[in-house]
């Protein structure tokens, strides 16, 4: 993969063109790097030939009430994304993806496809009301797709299209022949990471609270907060020293369940106790690279799965860092998912809150690494006795009060940044936090990020030109031919998905299809935004 500030030489890549809804289904797991269950996606369109740029994802509302206000969320969130990043889209093409088991009601995906239908006005209606036509809604469901967009029964039956084969189109093939590879479905992520549901769920929760009586009061005592932090962060690493000398499974259930019998009902208590501090949780993510970054991902998977039943709110800390390095190391569909977890476990939980706007709209996330480590290179100075040099988070913490000005980071790294240095006042005071209502509460801080994005509802929304995972495109979709171009590059080289190819027609020509534009005035781009 090249690094985000190469470029990628046209001659060398190669062009895929997409023609019918049919192949724009079997492009949206490759367009966002796993298959989506219960989401509805958005993905803006630029240029006369389409060409594919940001995109946004959120799970379905079971309340069909909810709908008119997602749908104007989706809309706002993806175009004043796209504002920020590049440009205004010039279209929108939109996917609904749910199976009949996840609704009482529905027996078939045709039935699904109807239950939908205003969810899909409702997209088509806030986006035209920013001037913004969406070009194609495709529901996907129970093998088959249909289209909001085309009354033509000769093309699109009402009983659906089936779904090409999977790894069977050119695209599949394309992007296979670029070395990357769709991930898994997100219920499979889930899976890893959801709470025990067996027997043993009973053991680890009397010991969760018989291990909580026995902690909470030395780590309110005097010194015992120190203390106990230590001892914590010198179990985590001995347990991953123990998950990093087994030997490697290569199915991820039954590694998962290894992993399960290599660490003691007692060793899971304590660590999840002891996370809920944050200043060790902040230690903690420091292990998000190099040889620790592999067993501290499976460690905090496996305590994910041990929050169970009443502690299922503890899990917060364990996704948070879960999504964190699996973020880190490059995978953008746990990372996201995990975090997601983390606040529907805990919906005002702050690190995740700050952590699920950048995962989401695919930043880098060298910013927060650059953080971490400084800061455990300082500690590191300061317990052999040198100097310590200023961390980027004191020399923020400095600029600010001095109300000079600091140089430009990205959000992700701001954020981070007002997230470390309430850290460090809250340490100056002596005072104990804990994220947990029982042993202390962390109030979550407004910032432009957290604000911007909801949780759990909170879209994920991703920027053009981030890879491999969105192979870009070119040209409206309609139903005479105008193509969308793919670019994937040549074996031996992968590079990012870039922009694409030739079109027969520009966005919002003859034959794309119900325009469903209000009567507005036009607006120029908003870079005010």
């Not at 985000?4 to 790097?33: C, H, K, M, N």
């Not at 898994?184 to 027997?199: D, E, F, S, V, Y």
């Not at 992700?412 to 002596?430: C, F, I, K, M, P």
């Amino acid at each position: 993969m090249t690094h985000r500030s190469e470029s990628a030489d046209p001659i060398d890549e190669t062009v895929v063109t997409l023609r019918t809804p049919a192949e724009l289904a079997d492009a949206l797991p490759y367009l966002l790097g796993f298959r989506p269950e219960s989401s509805v996606v958005l993905i803006a369109l630029h240029g006369p030939r389409g060409r594919f740029g940001g995109r946004v994802r959120l799970g379905i509302p079971e309340r069909p009430d909810d709908w008119p206000s997602v749908a104007e969320q989706l809309a706002q969130c993806l175009v004043s994304g796209c504002e920020r990043r590049e440009a205004r889209p010039d279209g929108v093409v939109a996917f609904l993806c749910q199976e009949p088991e996840a609704f009482a009601g529905d027996a078939s995906g045709q039935q699904v496809m109807e239950r939908l239908r205003p969810l899909a006005q409702a997209l088509r209606t806030e986006c035209g009301d920013l001037d913004v036509p969406v070009l194609e809604v495709v529901c996907v469901s129970d093998g088959r797709f249909w289209t909001y967009c085309c009354p033509d029964q000769r093309c699109c039956p009402s009983e659906g299209t089936p779904l090409l084969p999977a790894g069977t189109s050119v695209l599949a093939a394309a992007t296979v022949y670029a070395g990357f590879q769709v991930g898994p479905a997100q219920g499979r992520i889930r899976a890893r990471l959801a709470p025990w549901r067996t027997a043993a769920a009973s053991d680890q929760a009397r010991v969760l609270h018989d291990t909580a009586c026995a902690l909470v009061p030395r780590i309110l005592g005097d010194g015992g907060h120190a203390e106990v932090a230590a001892e914590t962060l010198a179990l985590a690493r001995r347990v991953m020293a123990r998950l990093a000398a087994a030997p490697p499974i290569a199915d991820t259930l039954e590694a998962d369940v290894y992993d399960d019998e290599l660490i003691g009902h007692e060793e899971a208590a304590a660590l999840i106790l002891g996370l809920q501090d944050r200043t060790t949780r902040d230690r903690a993510a420091e292990w998000m690279e190099g040889d620790e970054a592999a067993p501290a991902l499976r460690l905090w998977r496996a305590l994910a799965r041990r929050c169970v039943r009443e502690y299922r709110e503890h899990a917060a800390a364990p996704l948070t860092l879960a999504g964190w390095v699996a973020w880190s190391l490059g995978d953008l569909a746990e990372g996201q998912e995990a975090l997601t977890m983390a606040l529907i476990a805990d919906p005002h939980y702050a690190f995740a809150l700050l952590l699920h706007p950048a995962c989401s709209a695919d930043d880098d996330p060298e910013p927060i690494r650059r953080i971490l480590r400084g800061e455990r290179a300082q500690r590191d100075a300061t317990a052999q006795g040198r100097n310590p040099v200023r961390s980027a988070v004191r020399q923020h913490a400095e600029a600010a009060a001095s109300g000079g000005k600091s140089t430009k980071t990205s959000g992700a790294e701001h954020t981070e940044v007002r997230e470390h240095d309430r850290s460090e006042g809250d340490n100056a005071q002596g005072g104990v936090s804990a994220e947990k209502p029982d042993m202390g509460t962390e109030k979550p801080r407004k910032n432009d990020e957290a604000e911007d994005q909801k949780a759990p509802g909170a879209p994920e929304v991703a920027p053009p030109g981030s890879a491999p995972d969105r192979p870009d495109s070119t040209d409206p979709l309609d139903h005479a031919g105008a193509g969308v171009g793919v670019r994937t590059a040549p074996r031996g080289r992968r590079r990012p998905p870039r922009t694409s190819g030739p079109g027969s027609r520009p966005v919002g020509g003859a034959g794309t299809g119900p325009r469903n534009r209000r009567d507005t005035i036009r607006r120029g781009a908003r870079h005010d935004r």
